[in-house]
Nanobody, 130 residues
Framework: QLQLVESGGDLVQPGGSLRLSCEAS????????IGWFRQAPGKEREGVSC????????????YYADSVKGRFTISRDSAKNMVYLVMNDLEFEDTAVYYC???????????????????WGHGTQITVYS
């Protein structure tokens, strides 16, 4: 069973930056499409970004929601078995609990359809405040 753990959530002022990390023990994240999702208070959970498996293809694909495009960057560090989400120019609307999730191993491509994801972390809180 893949277990995902997020870290890096914090309080930050508008315009600030954070880096979220998603890690797993005992399983290589390279086999999985990894997505980042978020849920703001009173809102439904939404997709933020995802990155394809680097085992399925040497061409790694990424995808971003329009609301974060140009501000957030998703990446992998295979040596550390981590997936990162670097968030720049944070806005009040980015306040949410952020979750990383994984599809079943060796699934191709990228998607932010939540029902495609089978493994979920417990989330990390980001609060943008002034």
């Amino acid at each position: 069973q893949l277990q995902l753990v997020e870290s890096g959530g914090d309080l930050v002022q508008p315009g600030g930056s954070l880096r979220l990390s998603c890690e797993a023990s005992e399983h290589s994240l390279d086999y999985y499409t990894i997505g980042w999702f978020r849920q703001a208070p009173g809102k439904e959970r939404e997709g933020v970004s995802c990155i394809s498996s680097s085992v399925v293809s040497s061409n790694v694909y990424t995808y971003y929601a329009d609301s974060v495009k140009g501000r957030f960057t998703i990446s992998r560090d295979s040596a550390k078995n981590m997936v990162y989400l670097v968030m720049n120019d944070l806005e009040f609307e980015d306040t949410a609990v952020y979750y990383c999730a994984a599809r079943l191993p060796l699934r191709p491509g990228v998607t932010l359809a939540q029902d495609e994801y089978d493994y979920w972390g417990h989330g990390t809180q980001i609060t943008v405040y002034s």
